[in-house]
């Protein structure tokens, strides 16, 4: 699915679908753009706003999708890649909001994080979080926060980064980046919960290989990406997988 030039930014946005049922399916988001509405977002265009609109239009590749109401089922934040579905209001929607509600999905994040100070093992991190609409960003609190999960596996080690996965039954908005932060797994490109800074040339060369003044960032965007969700919706097995960026 695509959408024109200036919506998303100064080129055309082009989607794969990743998948596709009877009234949803499912597209690999692209970092920094929003996929539904939120209070945190100020008006921000979002996705499902645009699909919405299209629609409306009568664009022939929208219509095709089947789905007479789209709206979000399930998705990450906007400076998040990865999986997000979208599903039919009236005949779907509810369908997959009681799989997510009734913890039979479950999302694995990829991230990259500075391996300096962090963990040697990963963990579970069960710390509550709430959400302060003031300032836009999650916070902890065991009074006033609701209940989160988040399991940390480390995985390779490169030059001073490391890969870590990241798994929970329930998502809640910022949740892996709050938790990571707290049990000092710092995320490439992080600038609310801490500033961690970027993966440049340099951090993937040997030492010495690159001239003084030639080192750059590789990325702008948060290193943070669902790759997976997996389980059950209406009793019926399902897998989504969103490569890499």
């Not at 996929?35 to 706003?49: A, K, R, S």
């Not at 100070?117 to 710390?127: I, K």
């Not at 709430?130 to 480390?154: C, L, N, P, W, Y």
Request: contains cysteine; aromatic residues 8%; glycine residues 12%.
């Amino acid at each position: 699915i695509g959408f024109p030039s200036g919506l998303f930014g100064e080129e055309a946005l082009r989607l794969d679908i990743l998948q596709q049922g009877d009234g949803w399916f499912a597209i690999s988001k692209p970092g920094q753009i929003p996929f539904d509405d939120h209070p945190w977002q100020n008006g921000e265009t979002h996705l499902v706003g645009a699909l919405r609109s299209q629609l409306e239009m009568g664009k022939p590749e929208i219509v095709r999708l089947g789905l007479h109401e789209p709206a979000s089922a399930i998705g990450p934040e906007p400076e998040v890649s990865g999986v997000a579905v979208i599903a039919d209001r009236a005949r779907t929607l509810a369908a997959w909001r009681d799989a997510l509600g009734s913890f039979q999905l479950e999302f694995t994040y990829t991230l990259i994080a500075k391996n300096e100070d962090a963990p040697t093992e990963g963990g579970v991190c069960d710390l509550p979080i709430g959400m302060d609409d003031t300032r836009g960003r999650a916070f902890i609190s065991h009074h006033r926060g609701k209940q989160a999960e988040t399991d940390f596996v480390g995985g390779e080690i490169f030059n001073g980064w490391r890969q870590w996965t990241a798994k929970t039954r329930y998502p809640r908005r910022d949740q892996v980046r709050i938790h990571a932060h707290e049990c000092g797994i710092k995320i490439a490109g992080e600038l609310n919960y801490e500033r961690t800074g970027r993966i440049t040339l340099a951090d993937t060369v040997r030492r010495g290989r690159i001239n003084k003044g030639e080192d750059h960032p590789l990325h702008r965007c948060l290193l943070l990406h669902l790759q997976k969700v997996q389980g059950f919706v209406d009793g019926k097995s399902i897998e989504i997988e969103a490569p890499l960026p």
